[in-house]
């Protein structure tokens, strides 16, 4: 059983930068895809990025694409969400995910485990 812990999250304003961390804990994480999601107010969640076990491998949203970056650290079984030029539309509750799937199928949002998710807010 892996669980994943979300932190980082915060408040900013629109142009600013935050970087979400999500450390795991109880299965290898290096075996691991690593992915992250996010879900705004009255919406469904929503891929935002996944990257491989071995970080050779990474997929974005559109949305997010060169604002956005995925990174892991397989020694601190963490992997990292670095957000800058975020925009009011980037509000969300953000949430890790692992899976042994391959990332594409990850990206679509199945995946095994899941953080508790974290609070980024952006203001105008």
């Known amino acids: 059983q892996v669980q994943l812990v979300e932190s980082g999250g915060g408040s900013v304003q629109a142009g600013g930068s935050l970087r979400l961390s999500c450390a795991a804990s109880?299965?290898?994480?290096?075996?691991?895809?690593m992915g992250w999601f996010r879900q705004a107010p009255g919406k469904e969640r929503e891929f935002v990025a996944v990257?491989?076990?071995?970080?050779?491998?990474?997929i974005y949203a559109d949305s997010v694409k060169g604002r956005f970056t995925i990174s892991r650290d397989n020694a601190k079984n963490t992997v990292y969400l670095q957000m800058n030029s975020l925009k009011p539309e980037d509000t969300a509750v953000y949430y890790c995910?692992?899976?042994?799937?391959?990332?594409?199928?990850?990206?679509?949002?199945?995946?095994?485990?899941w953080g508790r998710g974290i609070q980024v807010t952006v203001s105008s």
């Open positions: 109880g299965g290898t994480f290096s075996s691991y895809n």
């Open positions: 995910a692992a899976d042994r799937r391959v990332v594409a199928v990850m990206s679509s949002g199945i995946c095994d485990y």
């Open positions: 990257m491989s076990w071995g970080g050779g491998r990474t």
